[in-house]
């Protein structure tokens, strides 16, 4: 047997790098909370449900480091926030940017996402419960039927007022798309 | 049956359990490199002597509690925790054991949070995944068959202060150790038996049928609801029989693993606001409540429901069609709950409980805003929770 031992070469692996899906995921997040901003002026479900809370923070992430929006609610309304926020109230990160995809298409209902774990929270539960249940509320306004049948245990009832809502959420994500582009997360 | 696309499951507790299984005290911390540990505890645990069988393991060795703590009250107060808290590190003890019901094991995590962060104030860490470092080494002795809280990574603690009740879940929050010892549950009275019965039963059905589940907690919840539900009413009738209390010790435990993966639905949601609003205990606004909820969710839990039924009551050949199981289940839980009241008096209705009607709107409310609901496998709404506590009343 020889003493010596053959030198190894070890190879080197580089993760791929997923450009065109954490790209989408940043300008569908933009254009998500600058809807957001916008409707929590205008949607009754929305406006009663964020009446009651208080003043808070809340981060949307796609893990640590990923494309990330953040939002305030402050007084009456929620408003989105440029500059990076020191311990939010409530941050939500997406494990990674393959779990965010289906979510943010509409694909898979935010409380599937929970229940398969695809999202962590940080905060207090009660008021993650409160932000979902906007969340689920501008989903309701920003996806067509054929969409909703997935994403919600109880499909939310025809309303006019949505429909309304939808048609003027619709032409405002032209030009939030575009600034979506645009747009540093930090 | 269809299973997740995905899930996970976690469970990191050794669990020592069977016949004078505390008996290994000693040599479980001496595992986890403790020489002074500090004991938790509650008057009615330690007035039953219960503390010395567990002390009696350190016969024999160099290992010696720095002192024990028994004034945890029913509902665990951050004041308690913060007094422990002190005692902990006055004493410079390197371990908690706890002993007791879901209060005083919830209060040893509390405890943990505050001396493991080397923090004063337990606010701060209270939410989903707030604590980033490994606590320090804790055994959890139930003297219960309910909370499960000796398996799980929660822990709900009162701040009379704030007039709240403060929540807490993290990964670091698991206990290393959970003794289950029959010898530690034979003198608790029929019906907190009863009732901290009922909550197990709780965890084991919703976690079989909560949007979180999965093919591994769908093993323990599925055992645990056929322990359970056969030995639950012998439990409250006999209750120094040891083989009986272990049985119901195992069910407890297998719950507790369940739910702490697969989590809980609307019973549990609005059990916790019951419990908020109108101070009735947990396990019997479970109890109360449970049948009710069950009903609620039949259209889409009935397959699930049917299963459980079928896998706790084989010899029942009558049942073809899925409804036709579901609606036996739920019928099993309400006589349960019925001979419970017979036996012991576990109230059947929140009027039996103590609830007063015009309550049940700030109930209903509050029920909404639990976590517990997001995961219901029906959704809920105000309204519907209206409905289901008027239905519950009488």
Not at chain 1, 162 to 178: H, N, S, T
Not at chain 2, 68 to 91: H, L
Not at chain 2, 120 to 147: C, Q, S, W
Not at chain 2, 346 to 370: F, H, T, W, Y
């Amino acid at each position: 047997m020889p003493d010596t031992v053959k030198e190894l070469t070890l190879k080197n692996y580089a993760p791929k790098k997923k450009w065109f899906k954490r790209g989408l995921v940043k300008i569908i997040l933009y254009i998500l909370v600058k809807e957001l901003k916008g409707l929590s002026k205008w949607d009754t479900t929305i406006k009663k449900e964020i009446e009651n809370w208080d003043d808070k923070t809340i981060l949307l992430s796609v893990h640590e480091n990923g494309p990330s929006v953040r939002v305030e609610k402050k007084g009456d309304g929620i408003n989105f926030i440029k500059s990076p926020v020191q311990n939010p109230d409530i941050s939500i990160y997406f494990k990674n940017v393959n779990v965010a995809f289906p979510t943010l298409l509409g694909r898979k209902s935010i409380a599937k996402a929970f229940s398969e774990n695809a999202v962590e929270l940080r905060g207090l539960i009660n008021d993650a419960i409160v932000f979902i249940r906007v969340m689920e509320a501008v989903e309701a306004i920003l996806f067509p039927g054929f969409l909703q049948n997935k994403i919600f245990i109880r499909k939310p009832k025809f309303s006019w007022g949505r429909i309304g809502l939808r048609a003027i959420a619709y032409i405002k994500a032209i030009p939030f798309f575009v600034m979506g582009i645009f747009y540093k997360s930090k | 049956m269809r299973y997740p696309e995905y899930y996970e499951f976690f469970s990191p507790i050794k669990i020592v359990a069977g016949k004078k299984a505390v008996g290994n005290l000693a040599f479980e911390l001496r595992a986890l490199n403790s020489e002074k540990p500090l004991i938790i505890t509650d008057k009615g645990v330690s007035n039953a002597g219960l503390i010395q069988k567990a002390v009696n393991s350190f016969d024999n060795t160099n290992l010696r509690p720095a002192g024990v703590y028994d004034d945890v009250p029913q509902d665990s107060s951050v004041r308690v925790v913060n007094k422990i808290a002190s005692i902990y590190r006055e004493k410079k003890c390197d371990a908690l054991i706890a002993i007791g019901g879901g209060s005083v094991l919830d209060t040893a995590k509390g405890v943990n949070i505050l001396v493991s962060e080397d923090s004063n104030d337990l606010m701060k860490f209270t939410g989903v995944n707030r604590l980033e470092h490994p606590l320090r080494p804790y055994i959890a002795i139930p003297t219960t068959a309910g909370t499960g809280s000796e398996v799980t990574s929660a822990a709900v603690i009162a701040n009379p202060e704030k007039n709240i009740k403060m929540g807490f879940t993290s990964p670091f929050l698991y206990p290393n150790t959970a003794i289950l010892d029959p010898e530690m549950t034979l003198t608790l009275p029929p019906k907190l038996t009863s009732a901290t019965g009922m909550d197990a039963l709780t965890h084991a059905v919703e976690a079989y049928t909560c949007l979180q589940k999965n093919p591994v907690s769908d093993s323990y919840a599925m055992i645990s609801a056929k322990l359970i539900l056969e030995n639950i009413e012998k439990a409250t009738e006999k209750g120094n029989d040891r083989y009986i209390r272990f049985l119901m010790l195992n069910g407890a435990t297998l719950a507790g693993i369940a739910f702490s993966n697969a989590l809980v639905g609307a019973v549990h949601a609005i059990a916790h606001a019951l419990g908020g609003v109108c101070h009735i205990p947990h396990g019997i606004a479970n109890s109360i409540m449970l049948p009710v909820v069950m009903g609620y969710n039949i259209n889409k839990s009935a397959k699930l429901y049917s299963e459980m039924y079928r896998f706790i009551y084989p010899n029942d050949k009558t049942v073809t069609k899925d409804e036709e199981g579901a609606k036996h289940l739920i019928e099993k839980i309400r006589n349960v709950s019925f001979n419970l009241h017979k036996l012991c008096g576990l109230p059947r209705s929140l009027k039996e409980a103590g609830v007063s009607k015009d309550k049940l709107e700030e109930v209903a409310q509050a029920s909404i805003n639990d976590g517990s609901i997001v995961l219901n496998p029906e959704k809920v709404t105000y309204e519907d929770s209206l409905s289901m506590l008027n239905k519950a009343f009488e």
